[in-house]
């Protein structure tokens, strides 16, 4: 599932007195929280050493300072193949710094032919749209600034996969011309912030790309760009099994889930790092964990099931929940519950069911 995505930039209405209409509109700092994506997991959540290889995975572990183990860039990149100035049609990048895994969910459906679908909700410090026309053949990229201070700052461009790449120092409203010529732009990454707007155009003087300096918004802070893959390479297919709830097991290791014969008809588990911000007087927010969350939901059937979770939520029986998948196991400890559900009988059901939910105290995370 693509981003949901909603900016907000907390324009604030500047009024005074003797006059009922605005005088002026300020933006604030920007708020990009809440922004969630959904995947099949087709992974283990850890290596052999316990270390992250799912992307859920960082938004679970902290590390010896309490702090989560990585931070996320995002790219979304958007293709069209007609149109943009050149002619040789356009591309749209969705670029995201500093995204810390907020919260996170895993559901346990047993009734489904389809993968396990992890959810992420990431806040990030950044996060801006770009509009990249592309040439309409292979061609030179004249780059300039918007302001004569802009000379220290570095642009570094690619076209696809890296193949062509080239740096290119900013000379302030001089225009710089590469050496080599690009096919297309696929990056267009700057070492630092600029004062004025960077504008990359095509040998006939087509305006391709802008990158908006500290000039363009009222907080002072400009944009960075599309990150470069350097020497790195964009992600292939993972390659290996998606992983399907239907063969895995979730059993309690301490306690019980529903007493004899009892069967787990669906369940969930979910984090959340409870993440806060704090405004550093510009255009963007510091973001930093708090206490973390561990839940699992669950519904659960058998035949003294609603007797057997209730007495357990009254008494406040401790348990512990053991997830078995196919390449990787979850324990989570020192778990109550923290609501017994609703013990409901109904005529029409041929089954009564009672939706616990619990909290844990600690995860442990381990390949298999």
């Given at each position: 599932?693509?981003?949901?995505w909603e900016?907000?930039?907390?324009i604030?209405?500047?009024?005074g007195?003797?006059?009922?209409?605005?005088?002026?509109?300020?933006?604030?700092?920007e708020?990009?929280?809440?922004?969630t994506?959904?995947?099949?997991?087709?992974?283990a959540?850890v290596?052999?050493d316990g270390?992250p290889?799912?992307?859920?995975?960082?938004?679970?572990q902290?590390?010896?300072?309490n702090?989560?183990k990585?931070?996320?860039?995002f790219v979304?990149?958007?293709?069209?193949?007609?149109?943009?100035?050149?002619?040789?049609g356009?591309?749209?990048?969705?670029?995201?710094?500093?995204?810390?895994v907020?919260?996170?969910?895993?559901?346990f459906?047993?009734?489904?032919?389809?993968?396990?679908?992890?959810?992420?909700?990431y806040?990030?410090?950044r996060?801006?749209?770009?509009?990249?026309?592309?040439?309409s053949?292979?061609?030179?990229?004249?780059?300039?600034?918007?302001?004569?201070?802009?000379t220290?700052?570095?642009?570094?461009?690619?076209?696809?996969?890296?193949?062509?790449?080239?740096?290119v120092?900013?000379?302030g409203?001089?225009?710089e011309?590469t050496?080599?010529?690009?096919?297309?732009?696929?990056?267009?990454?700057?070492d630092a912030?600029?004062t004025?707007?960077?504008?990359?155009?095509?040998g006939?003087?087509?305006?391709l790309?802008?990158?908006?300096?500290?000039?363009?918004?009222?907080?002072?802070?400009?944009?960075?760009?599309?990150p470069?893959?350097?020497?790195?390479?964009?992600?292939?297919?993972?390659?290996?099994?998606f992983?399907?709830?239907?063969?895995?097991?979730?059993?309690a290791?301490?306690?019980?889930?529903?007493?004899?014969?009892?069967?787990?008809?669906?369940?969930?588990?979910s984090?959340?790092n409870?993440?806060?911000?704090?405004t550093v007087?510009?255009?963007?927010?510091?973001?930093y964990?708090?206490?973390?969350?561990?839940s699992?939901?669950a519904?659960?059937?058998?035949?003294e099931?609603?007797?057997?979770e209730?007495?357990a939520?009254?008494?406040?029986k401790?348990?512990?929940?053991?997830?078995?998948?196919?390449?990787?196991?979850?324990?989570l400890?020192?778990?109550?519950?923290?609501?017994s559900?609703?013990?409901?009988?109904e005529a029409?059901?041929g089954?009564?069911?009672i939706?616990?939910?619990?909290?844990f105290?600690?995860?442990t995370?381990?390949?298999?």
């Amino acid at each position: 599932m693509y981003p949901g995505w909603e900016p907000e930039a907390n324009i604030e209405a500047q009024r005074g007195v003797g006059t009922y209409r605005p005088e002026d509109f300020f933006a604030g700092p920007e708020d990009h929280s809440g922004i969630t994506i959904a995947y099949h997991l087709q992974r283990a959540l850890v290596d052999g050493d316990g270390d992250p290889v799912d992307a859920i995975t960082d938004g679970i572990q902290r590390d010896a300072d309490n702090r989560l183990k990585n931070t996320h860039t995002f790219v979304g990149r958007e293709e069209h193949n007609a149109g943009g100035a050149a002619g040789g049609g356009k591309r749209i990048f969705y670029v995201g710094h500093g995204g810390l895994v907020a919260s996170g969910e895993i559901p346990f459906a047993t009734d489904t032919a389809l993968p396990i679908e992890n959810s992420l909700t990431y806040d990030f410090k950044r996060f801006m749209v770009y509009v990249v026309d592309q040439p309409s053949g292979s061609t030179t990229l004249d780059v300039e600034s918007t302001d004569p201070s802009d000379t220290s700052q570095t642009l570094t461009i690619e076209d696809e996969g890296a193949t062509t790449t080239e740096d290119v120092t900013l000379n302030g409203t001089t225009t710089e011309t590469t050496t080599e010529s690009f096919p297309g732009i696929d990056a267009l990454s700057l070492d630092a912030e600029t004062t004025g707007d960077v504008i990359v155009k095509d040998g006939s003087g087509n305006e391709l790309a802008r990158i908006a300096g500290s000039d363009s918004y009222d907080q002072g802070e400009g944009d960075l760009g599309i990150p470069a893959l350097g020497g790195g390479s964009h992600a292939g297919s993972v390659g290996t099994p998606f992983e399907h709830f239907i063969d895995d097991s979730i059993e309690a290791t301490t306690g019980s889930l529903g007493g004899t014969n009892a069967r787990i008809v669906s369940s969930s588990f979910s984090f959340d790092n409870n993440v806060d911000a704090d405004t550093v007087g510009g255009r963007f927010r510091s973001l930093y964990e708090n206490e973390q969350t561990l839940s699992l939901d669950a519904e659960v059937f058998g035949p003294e099931s609603n007797a057997r979770e209730i007495e357990a939520y009254l008494q406040n029986k401790g348990i512990d929940v053991k997830w078995t998948a196919d390449s990787f196991t979850v324990d989570l400890t020192g778990g109550t519950r923290t609501s017994s559900g609703e013990a409901n009988k109904e005529a029409n059901q041929g089954r009564a069911t009672i939706s616990p939910q619990f909290e844990f105290a600690d995860i442990t995370l381990a390949s298999v």
